[in-house]
Each structure stands twice: as C-alpha cells, then as structure tokens.
C-alpha cells in the first residue's frame, strides 16, 4: 500500500527540544500539504510544499517552524525550542497538484510536549 | 470572512433520518470541491468529490452552487456508522482549504 507515510505516528518532547515530522507523499504526488489539529478543533493550514519548493507557508507560526520538501527524501516539519502549546496532531496530505486532485492523508503524528 | 465557512454543528439526528450539510467559501476563482469525514483522532477520507452538476454516491449527495459559492452534502437515510465530522473542501487555485467541520451524531 503506497499511500501517505508519516511518522513517528506519536512524539513526545519536553519543553525546548526539537520535534521532526516526517512524510512520505503517495507514489506519484508531488505536493504536499501539512496541517496542525488542536484537540476539538478543525485542521488548521500550515503549508504547502512542491519538490524542493515552499507555494504557500501563510498559515505556518513566522518563528520556530520550518518546513522542506527536498528532491530525495521525506517531507519534514521542523519545530524548534516546542513549547506547550504546540501538542496537537499534525497532518500530511499529498496530491498530484491538478485542479481536480483530492488529497490523501496520512495518519497524522501526534505531539505532546511536556 | 473565513475563506471556507460551514454549518456550526452538532447535528444529532435519529437513524434513517436525511440531514444536509452547507458550506460557502470565499473565494469564486476556487476550482475543485471536496466532502471528507473524519473520525475521532483520525485523519480525514475522501468521501465524494463534489461536481458542477451534482452528484451522487449511494446515500449521499453533493452539489455545488457557483452563483452563490456554496456547496452542499445531503445524507439520507442516515446510520449509525455516519457519525463523523463532515469536512468542506475548497481548493481555493493555488491550495486546499478545510471548513472547521460539522460534527454529526445518528442516535438509534
């Protein structure tokens, strides 16, 4: 089953440390997409990324959050020095960037940090 | 206003009972249309791709409204296993843009 791949599936971190979200697009796709769910809440948009390039980081935290979607290799999101507030679930969804593409999700890891 | 709007929820309906979700969206340049249902801590399923002429899918159907920028899902016949949080999907040109949901309970 070649669908989307993220992991780890569960990440516990203590308050500074460094969170690294990893994603492995559908076989095929080349956009991918990251989205943060709080507890009882809906996804939230973070980012959009095509191979090597970032389209849309609009709704990505302007200090400590990072992204890449390099030519080889897993999507990362990077979360530096993570704070309380960042436990929630973060999910990676891919398609093939057409007009008509639904997206696919991954499983989602969920950050918990203490 | 937000770029993708939907009914404030809960819903909570008997089984066999037919419930319709709206969702507007902002921005009338947006091309593709999507319903997705998540469960509890689960990532979101495709559930229907929504086309300009309306569409069906066993139980459920979806139409768009350009003129208006609104989409809606309608669920007849409702079971038990459709409880879920329904999501509205707009690719809104350049990316895709999730409604906060409308989270629907079928009672027995």
């Known amino acids: 089953n070649a669908g989307v791949m993220q992991n780890p599936r569960h990440l516990v971190r203590r308050r500074g440390q460094e969170a690294r979200l990893r994603c492995s697009p559908m076989?095929?796709?080349?956009?991918v997409y990251w989205y943060r769910q709080l507890p009882e809440e809906g996804l939230k948009f973070m980012v959009y990324?095509?191979?090597?390039?970032?389209?849309?980081e609009s709704g990505m935290p302007k200090e400590r959050f990072s992204a890449e979607f390099p030519k080889e290799g897993p999507s990362i999101l990077r979360i530096q020095q993570v704070v309380r507030g960042d436990s929630a679930a973060y999910f990676c969804?891919?398609?093939?960037?057409?007009?008509?593409?639904?997206?696919?999700f991954g499983n989602g890891t969920r950050l918990t940090v203490t | 206003r937000k770029e993708v709007e939907q009914d404030p929820g809960p819903f909570n309906v008997p089984e066999g009972a037919t419930v319709a979700f709206n969702c507007t969206y902002s921005?009338?340049?947006?091309?593709?249309f999507f319903w997705y249902r998540q469960d509890c801590r689960k990532e979101p399923k495709l559930l229907m791709s929504v086309y300009s002429s309306g569409n069906e899918d066993g139980r459920f159907t979806a139409q768009l409204n350009r003129a208006s920028q609104y989409i809606s899902l309608l669920i007849r016949d409702s079971k038990l296993s459709d409880s879920a949080t329904y999501l509205c999907?707009?690719?809104?040109?350049?990316?895709?843009?999730f409604g906060a949901g409308t989270r629907l309970t079928v009672k027995p």
């Open positions: 999907v707009v690719n809104m040109v350049y990316d895709m843009r």
């Open positions: 076989k095929g796709h080349s956009h």
């Open positions: 990324l095509q191979k090597e390039n970032i389209i849309d």
């Open positions: 969804a891919s398609s093939h960037g057409t007009g008509d593409s639904p997206l696919h």
């Open positions: 921005n009338s340049a947006s091309q593709s």
